[in-house]
């Protein structure tokens, strides 16, 4: 199985080596011994970047391999890494903001259902049994209020699953990518908070 090392690592840049490539439905992929590249899932979008010099075009998990599609075909052997780092910091920026949001509902008795985490289109959606929700306004002021407490990220496995947290706050299982500490989100914005049934989705984005 390749070594997710994103799990565990912030660097963008390694050494690494393909094990394995071919081409499939007019596409090219490559399979790393260990990989910097986070793939699409979990409600994040995949990493963008090169091998040597060639292009990564997607990341995409099948099964328990990443399939890293590339522009031309590659061969088996040494490469090194280089994640684009400005999206990578775009999309942890992101992805640790959908949590605190995740974090704000459950103070509010809502139980966080699904997430996206895209840039333009991110959102949380909760289930709410008998609390309303509250505006927009309220949401933002408690999510930025947990921002400003600057607490550091704390990343474990757990009986086989990857936790990530951020100081005592509850931790989730989650394959996603993270800033380090809280202030490297910026500033929450909550667009809106939608109340449909019994489901509240929470659109976001960051400043
Ligand atoms: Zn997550």
Same mark, same amino acid.
């Given at each position: 199985m390749q070594q997710r090392l994103y799990y565990l690592s912030d660097e963008t840049e390694c050494d690494s080596a393909i094990v394995s490539s071919g081409e499939q439905d007019g596409r090219f992929f490559a399979i790393l011994a260990a990989t910097l590249f986070h793939p699409r899932g979990g409600g994040q979008l995949a990493d963008g970047g090169w091998i040597d010099d060639c292009k990564v075009l997607s990341? +995409?998990? *099948?099964? +328990?391999?990443?399939l890293h599609v590339t522009e031309r075909l590659l @061969? @088996?052997? @040494?490469? $090194?890494l280089r994640v684009d780092a400005d999206k990578r910091a775009l999309h942890s920026r992101l992805h640790s903001a959908g949590h605190l949001i995740g974090t704000v509902g459950i103070d509010l008795g809502l139980r966080p259902d699904k997430a996206q985490h895209w840039p333009e289109a991110s959102r949380v959606v909760f289930r709410m049994e008998e609390t309303a929700p509250p505006e927009a306004g309220e949401w933002e002021g408690k999510a930025n209020h947990i921002?400003?407490?600057? *607490? @550091? $990220?704390?990343?474990g496995i757990q009986d086989g699953a990857r936790m990530v947290g951020f100081g005592s706050l509850p931790a989730f299982p989650c394959g996603g990518t993270h800033v380090r500490s809280l202030a490297d989100i910026g500033r929450i914005r909550i667009l809106s908070v939608k109340t449909k049934k019994d489901t509240v989705t929470v659109n976001y984005d960051i400043l």
């Open positions: 990341v +995409e998990s *099948l099964g +328990e391999a990443i @061969p @088996p052997g @040494p490469v $090194r921002v400003a407490q600057n *607490l @550091p $990220r704390q990343c």
